[in-house]
């Protein structure tokens, strides 16, 4: 007989501290849109001049796409970000009527600095304290869970080793990270280790470092590789910069420093972190390609690319404005000379 399953908190941003939702008993969830669905109530509450991700995701909770939710925890990681969180808010005071689940924002700051440290060591035990109503976390309970989903980034960190040897593709990366978010860490664990133990086949491709907004939904990474490219690494927080970063110890303090010195992710770092992290990164994965792919209404990749083309000293092509989970065929129609030319 199956344990039942566990009741599921959502959560939106890499910022979210996962470790104290699993502490608490429930499932983190985290809450990704989906491309190309209506998302006229999204809309209606959000206005159209907002990441369309931060809309569709406003969209499939009112809906209960995601099915039932204890709760959702948001992280400050952006604007849009933050707008979903009063949003959803004051729709759960003034419309009880819907049913929406209790929300909570969680805000860490990354400034390297130790008044920044104690600060989002207090936002962490408040988000702890407030999750203590479905089961007091102990520090016992903190442990295991730290441990747990350090183990599960450990995994992922083999998994994208095995990208870059030509093993898995970025689409096939993309995917496995995603559906790591969706169940509890212990059959993530399991599923990164099965895909671990298969002996994959080679895979070719003009090697392509991506950069921009983030990408919860794998259509441009399929759009891409379709198109002679491999995707060997990326800097958004669904791929390699949701895992990256490791706790040195199993304590409520070292959760605090492991989330306040994650990144940097472009909404929230300077362009100068940004240029030196992804110059680094494409270093490591034996890019040829950087490609910089900005959503409409994500202003900070643009911002960011000039100097992220200078430090890596790649062929680099930037696409604005693209629409959510796609890519134009100008922008493809721009990177494809880019390609032939390596």
Same mark, same amino acid.
């Given at each position: 007989?199956?344990?039942?399953?566990?009741?599921?908190?959502?959560?939106?941003?890499?910022?979210?501290?996962?470790?104290?939702?699993?502490?608490?008993?429930?499932?983190?969830?985290?809450?990704?849109?989906?491309?190309?669905?209506?998302?006229?109530?999204?809309?209606?509450?959000?206005?159209?001049?907002?990441?369309?991700?931060?809309?569709?995701?406003?969209?499939?909770?009112?809906?209960?796409?995601?099915?039932?939710?204890?709760?959702?925890?948001?992280?400050?990681?952006?604007?849009?970000?933050?707008?979903?969180?009063?949003?959803?808010?004051?729709?759960?005071?003034?419309?009880?009527?819907?049913?929406?689940?209790?929300?909570?924002l969680v805000d860490v700051l990354h400034l390297p600095?130790?008044?920044?440290?104690?600060?989002?060591?207090?936002?962490?035990?408040?988000?702890?304290?407030?999750?203590?109503?479905?089961?007091?976390?102990?520090?016992?309970?903190?442990?295991?869970?730290?441990?747990?989903?350090?183990?599960?980034?450990?995994?992922?960190? /083999? *998994? @994208?080793?095995?990208?870059? +040897?030509? !093993?898995?593709? #970025?689409?096939?990366? $993309?995917?496995?990270? %995603?559906?790591?978010?969706?169940?509890?860490?212990?059959?993530?664990?399991?599923?990164?280790?099965?895909?671990?133990?298969?002996?994959?086949?080679?895979?070719?491709?003009?090697?392509?470092?991506?950069?921009?907004?983030?990408?919860?939904?794998?259509?441009?990474?399929?759009?891409?590789?379709?198109?002679?490219?491999?995707?060997?690494?990326?800097?958004?927080?669904?791929?390699?910069?949701?895992?990256?970063?490791?706790?040195?110890?199993?304590?409520?303090?070292?959760?605090?420093?492991?989330?306040?010195?994650?990144?940097?992710?472009?909404?929230?770092?300077?362009?100068?972190? /940004? *240029? @030196?992290?992804?110059?680094? +990164?494409? !270093?490591?994965? #034996?890019?040829?390609? $950087?490609?910089?792919? %900005?959503?409409?209404?994500?202003?900070?990749?643009?911002?960011?690319?000039?100097?992220?083309?200078?430090?890596?000293?790649?062929?680099?092509?930037?696409?604005?404005?693209?629409?959510?989970?796609?890519?134009?065929?100008?922008?493809?129609?721009?990177?494809?000379?880019?390609?032939?030319?390596?």
């Amino acid at each position: 007989m199956s344990a039942p399953e566990l009741p599921a908190a959502g959560y939106v941003g890499a910022d979210v501290p996962v470790e104290l939702i699993t502490a608490a008993g429930l499932r983190p969830l985290r809450l990704a849109g989906k491309p190309g669905e209506d998302s006229t109530l999204g809309d209606r509450y959000l206005g159209r001049g907002v990441d369309p991700v931060a809309r569709s995701i406003l969209t499939r909770i009112l809906t209960g796409d995601y099915g039932p939710l204890e709760a959702v925890v948001v992280s400050r990681d952006c604007e849009a970000s933050l707008r979903l969180f009063y949003a959803l808010r004051e729709l759960h005071r003034v419309e009880p009527g819907l049913r929406l689940p209790p929300v909570r924002l969680v805000d860490v700051l990354h400034l390297p600095h130790h008044t920044t440290t104690r600060y989002v060591h207090a936002k962490i035990a408040q988000l702890r304290e407030w999750l203590g109503q479905w089961r007091r976390i102990g520090d016992d309970d903190l442990a295991a869970a730290i441990t747990a989903h350090d183990t599960l980034r450990r995994s992922l960190g /083999r *998994a @994208a080793a095995l990208r870059r +040897a030509n !093993r898995l593709s #970025g689409t096939r990366f $993309l995917e496995v990270v %995603a559906a790591t978010t969706a169940v509890p860490v212990e059959e993530a664990i399991a599923l990164v280790e099965d895909v671990l133990a298969v002996d994959s086949a080679q895979v070719e491709g003009v090697r392509l470092f991506l950069t921009g907004s983030s990408h919860d939904t794998p259509g441009v990474y399929e759009t891409l590789e379709r198109n002679g490219f491999f995707i060997v690494g990326e800097d958004h927080d669904w791929g390699e910069l949701l895992f990256a970063r490791t706790c040195a110890a199993p304590t409520e303090l070292a959760l605090a420093e492991r989330y306040q010195h994650n990144g940097p992710a472009a909404p929230r770092a300077s362009i100068r972190q /940004r *240029a @030196a992290h992804t110059a680094a +990164a494409a !270093r490591a994965c #034996g890019a040829e390609i $950087l490609f910089s792919y %900005a959503r409409v209404h994500d202003d900070a990749p643009p911002w960011d690319f000039p100097e992220q083309r200078a430090a890596t000293g790649l062929r680099a092509v930037l696409a604005e404005r693209q629409p959510y989970g796609e890519l134009t065929s100008e922008a493809l129609a721009a990177l494809i000379p880019a390609g032939a030319a390596v």
